[in-house]
């Protein structure tokens, strides 16, 4: 079992800056591939970025690529997601998961803990 907890959302005026934490429990974090998704008002849940365990692949949603960067940290069992140059159509709710499958995946069913999210909201 594994528990997730997002912080760091916030309001931000366009081409602005947050840094988003998510906070697991348990010991077999860092055997688990993370990611973070994002749900915007009346949109379904979509896939932002994704590390696997060790750190070595990561991989982006196009509309965040070279603006977001995900990393972890293990040894405190707590990833991150950083934006940079936010626009207002990257206002949504960001949620934390894990998975316990390898790779870089990227559908919502692909994962199996979530948060309860964190809300980022861009000013325009």
């Known amino acids: 079992q594994v528990q997730l907890v997002e912080s760091g959302g916030g309001l931000v005026q366009a081409g602005g800056s947050l840094r988003l934490s998510c906070a697991a429990s348990g010991r077999a974090f860092r055997t688990y591939g993370m990611g973070w998704f994002r749900q915007g008002p009346g949109k379904e849940r979509e896939f932002v970025a994704t590390?696997?365990?060790?750190?070595?692949?990561?991989l982006y949603a196009d509309s965040v690529k070279g603006r977001f960067t995900i990393s972890r940290d293990n040894a405190n069992n707590t990833v991150y997601l950083q934006l940079n140059s936010l626009k207002p159509e990257d206002t949504a709710v960001y949620y934390c998961?894990?998975?316990?499958?390898?790779?870089?995946?990227?559908?919502?069913?692909?994962?199996?803990?979530w948060g309860q999210g964190t809300q980022v909201t861009v000013s325009s």
């Open positions: 998961a894990s998975r316990r499958t390898a790779g870089t995946l990227i559908r919502v069913i692909d994962y199996d803990y």
């Open positions: 590390i696997t365990w060790s750190g070595d692949r990561l």
